[in-house]
């Protein structure tokens, strides 16, 4: 186990650092410059010299590799730098802004589920063919639409003609429902989508057939027994839904003028504000690694088939590290195609098959 755990968390890291360097890489290929940004309208009325002075001043007049590799050193350190626009420290940007987003992105993710689950349940519980049919095609109709489409209705309805819900600057939960229902829509399509397949697959399973033939009756195996068993592929996408609600609140708090870090993205990269674009990138990435590592320690928990399979191979590495003599033998008892599994457990081929059609469901 704490391999494994050492392996996620080396992972994680790793994906924190291609992010960053991606984003560094692509903010420097734009073809605008920070600094004609920052000067707008006044850039015809500065000098070379006070361009170029303003240049040093945040390290542009530095060779590429040069201001990379500051960045990183500082990030090890904490400091973000400072915005180019705001002249402000990016960490103290960044924290004043997290707290509306954090907000909205908790509810718009119950919400998701909520809908997604309920609506995947139904999906896959009803007995009507043609119900099933159309019940089974909204996720994917959902998944296909933009949030911002699903936010121009809200606010359309429920602001504009049917005056419930407030459209814009609004605070409290009343202005909190329209712009977190705009990211819940096609976030919990996403979600109905998965569970949904999910539930069709785990009723042909055996256990659930035998209950049935049993006398239990369809509504109770599936609430029982099945749903149960299918939720553990909705675990597996659950950094996927916290990375699509973070990037999803860039645009909905754009469209319903609401406070937080969305917008100061948006600001952000439409000036070429390359230290804040930076940090916010950083954030993201933390949100999406931790969600996943968390779910990856998790995961074992409530699954005895990972669990037997991580504690197999845990054992056939101890096995191999005491009996130098055993090496070639153990090497093949912890080999997923020769291995003796007990009920209940699976390879690691089989585990990685069962992650993979989990994902894609």
Request: glycine share 8%; no cysteine.
């Amino acid at each position: 186990m704490p391999r494994f755990i050492l392996g996620r968390l080396g992972q994680a890291l790793l994906v924190i650092f291609v992010a960053y360097t991606v984003a560094f890489l692509l903010l420097y290929a734009l073809p605008s410059d920070p600094i004609s940004l920052l000067l707008g309208t006044d850039a015809g009325d500065v000098t070379e010299a006070q361009r170029a002075e303003l240049a040093a001043q945040y390290g542009f007049d530095q060779p590429l590799i040069v201001q990379y590799w500051h960045h990183l050193t500082s990030l090890l350190t904490g400091d973000l730098g400072f915005s180019v626009q705001q002249s402000r420290d990016v960490v103290a940007i960044l924290l004043s802004a997290i707290g509306p987003t954090l907000q909205l992105a908790a509810f718009a993710f119950v919400l998701a589920l909520v809908f997604g689950l309920g609506l995947g349940l139904w999906a896959a519980g009803t007995r009507t063919s043609w119900l099933s049919q159309i019940l089974l095609g909204l996720p994917s109709l959902g998944v296909s639409i933009p949030a911002f489409w699903f936010g121009l209705v809200l606010i359309q309805l429920f602001s504009f003609r049917w005056q419930i819900f407030p459209a814009f600057n609004a605070e409290g939960l009343a202005g909190l429902i329209l712009p977190a229902a705009t990211l819940a829509l096609p976030t919990g399509a996403m979600v109905a989508q998965v569970f949904a397949r999910s539930l069709i697959n785990v009723q042909r399973q055996p256990f659930a057939t035998t209950a049935r033939s049993k006398g239990a009756g369809h509504r109770y195996v599936l609430l029982r027994h099945v749903s149960r068993n299918a939720l553990l592929p909705v675990l597996t996408i659950t950094g996927l839904v916290v990375g699509q609600l973070f990037s999803g609140t860039v645009v909905t708090e754009t469209v319903f003028s609401r406070p937080g870090l969305g917008r100061v993205i948006a600001s952000a990269v439409t000036s070429q504000d390359i230290p804040v674009v930076l940090g916010a990138v950083l954030i993201g990435a933390l949100l999406y690694t931790l969600t996943n590592l968390v779910v990856d320690l998790i995961y074992p928990l409530i699954d005895p088939r990972l669990r037997a399979s991580i504690g197999a191979r845990s054992t056939a590495r101890r096995r191999k590290s005491a009996s130098p003599a055993g090496a070639s033998g153990a090497a093949v008892a912890a080999s997923p195609d020769t291995v003796s599994l007990q009920p209940g457990e699976v390879s690691s081929d089989a585990e990685t098959d069962f992650a993979v059609k989990a994902t894609h469901a």
